[in-house]
């Protein structure tokens, strides 16, 4: 039996197998992080494909969390009634359906990646003052963020509580928390982006205490029934930035709040940080969480063959795969997979003739 295919059990619920797409930013929301139509089809398309885990991109919660004015988000009940028929058409299709819930922090306010233009978006063309750990921008073209004050950072932890309630409402059956990326809660991580002499910084039990809040206020939003996945940058590339023993001590102090399985994508808190970029060059870390910290992970980054993802699961490197710019491409990768693996394709049945 292929083990990329074989069901995983987190709590309550059930994958049908070990593959999810990886959130993924479309930069196509509408008005107030409305998700729209090419939502439903963009994360339909996956499910009809074959994914077990389908999981939105990076959901803002809170109207100044969003990377850019076009992200979508869950801070009100209208984005609750905009969801449900996502998660409703994924769920029909036997995929689970996953948020992730996301701060961008002081990488907000800025332009989508295909406009002409870089940097922060001004107040006139609906941007808005970011928020971090300092008033440092995480670029000169960034805007200039307001640091977060005592208020500030428990009002980041309600709204990812509040968002977390609101997932639940809309029919999400998983949420991820994000802490990875150099958004937010990564930038309390880092050291490269986190220089508070407060409780909020200084070693690393101060840097991981805004994550954990959050971990565990989602964990009780939630209900025990409820999956409850974070998402890491599980080292920064960068000597005297974030590092995987610090990740393996955070894994064990998530699984402790609550969560079920750490996602381990790595990067995001400097720009100049040298990633070795390879196939599966990130599977590494998320093997190392998994085994020194005793908690489920999930392996992302330039996963391609469907041999190299069985292998990832069958030799407890990880026990789910993300597969981003791959399921772009190929939405019907996991049904392809099954077959060349010589497990049950599932087509859909309108689409059965093409197994």
Known sequence: MSSLFAPLTLRAVTLPNRIALAPMCQYSAGPDGLPTDWHLVHLGARAVGGAGLVMTEATAVSPEGRISPQDTGLWSGRHVDAWRPVTRFLAAQGAVPAVQLAHAGIKASTYRPWEPRRGGVPDAEGGWVPVGPTAEPFLPEYR???????AGIAAVVEAFAAAATRAVDAGFTAVEVH??????????????????ADGWGGDRAGR????LEVARAVRAAVGEDVPVLARISATDWVDGGWTVDDSVA?????AAAGVDLVDCSSGGASPTAAVPVGRGYQVPLAARVRREARVATGAVGLIVEPEHAEAIVADGEADLVLLGRELLRNPYWPHQAAAKLGADPSWSPQYVRAA
């Open 144 to 150: 200039v963020p307001t640091a977060l004050d005592e």
């Open 179 to 196: 802490a990875a990326h150099g958004y937010l809660l990564h930038e309390f991580l880092s050291p490269l982006t986190n220089h508070r």
């Open 208 to 211: 991981m205490r805004l994550t």
């Open 250 to 254: 955070l894994a064990a102090e998530l």
